[in-house]
């Protein structure tokens, strides 16, 4: 809802890194980005590539419309050739054969996800009048041979729960962030399992997790770090994005949890979850005990906000000498587009809605 679905974390990694490693194994050492959609979130996460041994260039776009035509002014030598790939498709081209300069083909993964694209020089030049929305139809306008390879596209949340188990699997060059101690079981570091607990691969369960006794982890689910499993809760071909902490006695089937909102696939709807609200196995008993602690906890946080308000002045006076006042925008669900925001926010000594405290 409010970030790119490349940069949802998954397997340990956005979409985005698990792309531009495939390319990396390869052989490639020089990776152009062109995007328009939290390019700065993008940069933060690939920095400047030194880690993957590449030269890493960056190209920000105002729309996808720009996307070919800042693709056909690449500087490429005329005895080289480009793989334009994309986030959404991720491809196993280990196999295919190395092109010549003299040729161009497409590359079409047998499932339904967006092709890449293998150009010389001259097809590369002729891309500029193709148009980003109809990415799946390039090669037939630039009228290249198709080459069939395996692929999964990872375009929604949809691509990413059906993207799970053959990755783990070992079907596409994919580099797991942990130790797999079973076939299709991938467990990172300071993870504690209760002896209670089923896991059932191929799954993924990142750092620092705590799974409670009688959990049920099932085929196809990711957990990402930090994450804290509630008692007798299952999770089934699900994403639980990092830091998330779940209830005791949930199912989670074909869901994705992350930042605040629960989406599930299977009934294709979303529930936007509050700091206030805690998920548990259905039932709320209202009584005095939860009322007056709600009670205290809003006086509080009234009385701090009288607190600080004098202070206020101050401190925006002394982020203004510093340079350290500055304005952002903020994204709100359901209330914008992915990357225009809808609202901006004021911010002193580098706070902001993503950093802890806020």
């Known amino acids: 809802m409010e970030r790119a679905v490349h940069l949802v974390p998954f397997l340990g990694k956005c979409p985005l890194v698990h792309v531009l490693e495939s390319m990396v194994a390869l052989g490639i050492e020089h990776i152009t980005c062109i995007g328009w959609m939290n390019p700065d979130l993008a940069r933060d996460v690939l920095g400047d590539g030194q880690r993957w041994g590449i030269a890493l260039e960056w190209i920000t776009v105002q729309g ?22 994309s986030t959404n498709t991720l491809l196993d081209i280990r196999h295919v054969p190395t092109p010549v300069s003299s040729c161009a083909y497409g590359l079409n993964p047998s499932t339904n996800a967006w ?15 193709c148009q980003w929305q109809h990415w799946p139809l390039v090669p037939d306008q630039l009228g290249l041979p198709a080459i069939e390879v395996p692929g999964l596209p990872l375009q929604s949340g949809q691509d990413l729960l059906a993207a799970i188990s053959p990755m783990l699997k070992g079907s596409l060059p994919v580099v797991v962030p942990a130790a797999q101690i079973e076939p299709g079981i991938y467990i990172s ?10 896991i059932q691969g191929p799954v993924y369960i990142g750092e620092d997790v705590y799974l409670e006794k009688g959990c049920r982890i099932a085929a196809g689910s990711v957990i990402g770090k930090q994450c804290r499993i509630g008692h007798d809760t299952t999770i089934a071909n ?4 990092p830091e998330s902490w779940l209830g005791a006695e949930l199912e989670c089937t074909q869901m994705v949890i992350w930042r605040g909102v629960a989406w599930s696939n299977r009934w294709k709807a ?3 979850i509050r700091d206030t609200v805690l998920l548990g196995s259905g039932a709320w008993h209202l009584t005095m005990q939860r009322t007056l602690a ?4 809003l006086l509080s946080a009234t009385l701090l906000m009288l607190l600080v308000l004098p202070v206020l002045p101050f401190l925006f006076l002394l982020a203004a000498m510093t340079k350290d006042l500055e304005v952002r925008p903020f994204v709100f669900p359901k209330r914008s587009h992915l990357h225009k925001p809808s609202r901006n926010i004021v911010c002193l000594f580098g706070a902001g809605p993503s950093t802890r405290g806020w």
């Not at 800042?70 to 005895?79: A, D, Q």
């Not at 570091?189 to 607990?197: F, K, L, M, Q, Y």
């Not at 699900?238 to 994005?241: L, R």
């Open 64 to 85: 996808p419309e720009e996307v070919f035509q800042k693709i056909s002014r690449l500087s490429v030598p005329s005895n080289e050739y480009v793989l334009v790939g």
């Open 238 to 241: 699900s994403i639980i994005g």
């Open 115 to 129: 092709p890449w694209l293998v150009l010389n020089e001259q097809a590369l030049r002729r891309v500029s009048a």
């Open 294 to 297: 709600q009670g205290l906890s």
């Open 189 to 198: 570091r300071n993870v504690v399992i209760h002896p209670t607990v089923v």
């Open 270 to 272: 979303e529930i936007e």
